[in-house]
């Protein structure tokens, strides 16, 4: 789906200001309330935004802990036994199919580094996991952007 400038400042919106209504948002920017809720329902049916739900922080939960983890599983299973697997084992919180030496990239969270020891070998428990390499992350600067990628896409229509 393209989007234009206009769907661009009706997300950039409502991240700024979450619980807005619709109508301070037409209010803000100045378009007719049915205007901006057709462009988001339209936004919504084409899977531009996928999700008006809260986004947990896991370290402000009490799971400080992240690791990205390269993951090569057993062929014969197939990935969704595997998937069905990992997803079992709730600090993971992504699994990506990828290219390359490894099979998926896993993404988890932890209580501390002895507990993401726990949780790589439940995931090795799983049978269906063969090696894992692990990172754990000791900063985060950028997370979940696609605001500027969805803005610069609206500037290109």
Same mark, same amino acid.
């Given at each position: 789906?393209? #989007?234009?400038?206009?769907?661009?400042?009706?997300?950039?919106?409502?991240?700024?200001?979450?619980?807005? %209504?619709?109508?301070?948002? %037409?209010?803000?920017?100045? =378009?007719? *309330?049915?205007?901006?809720?057709? *462009?988001?329902?339209?936004?919504?049916?084409?899977? $531009?935004?996928?999700?008006? #739900?809260?986004?947990?922080?896991?370290?402000?939960?009490?799971?400080?802990?992240?690791?990205?983890? %390269?993951?090569?599983?057993?062929?014969?299973?197939? @990935?969704?036994?595997?998937?069905?697997?990992? %997803?079992?084992?709730?600090?993971?919180?992504?699994? @990506?199919? #990828?290219?390359?030496?490894?099979?998926?990239? =896993?993404?988890?969270?932890?209580?501390?580094?002895?507990?993401?020891? *726990? $949780?790589?070998?439940?995931?090795?428990?799983?049978?269906? #996991? =063969?090696?894992?390499?692990? =990172?754990?992350?000791?900063?985060?600067?950028?997370?979940?952007?696609?605001?500027?990628?969805?803005?610069?896409?609206?500037?290109? $229509?």
């Amino acid at each position: 789906m393209l #989007v234009d400038a206009l769907d661009a400042k009706i997300v950039r919106f409502f991240t700024d200001s979450p619980r807005s %209504s619709v109508l301070e948002a %037409s209010r803000v920017l100045r =378009v007719a *309330r049915a205007t901006v809720q057709s *462009r988001i329902d339209r936004m919504i049916e084409n899977g $531009v935004i996928g999700s008006w #739900v809260p986004q947990p922080d896991p370290a402000n939960f009490g799971f400080p802990v992240v690791a990205f983890c %390269s993951v090569t599983i057993t062929q014969e299973i197939g @990935h969704d036994a595997i998937i069905q697997s990992l %997803s079992a084992i709730p600090e993971i919180i992504e699994v @990506h199919t #990828v290219t390359g030496n490894s099979d998926l990239m =896993v993404r988890i969270a932890a209580r501390s580094n002895p507990d993401m020891q *726990r $949780v790589l070998d439940a995931m090795i428990a799983t049978k269906s #996991v =063969v090696r894992c390499s692990s =990172v754990i992350v000791l900063n985060s600067h950028i997370q979940g952007r696609t605001l500027p990628l969805l803005e610069a896409a609206a500037k290109s $229509v």
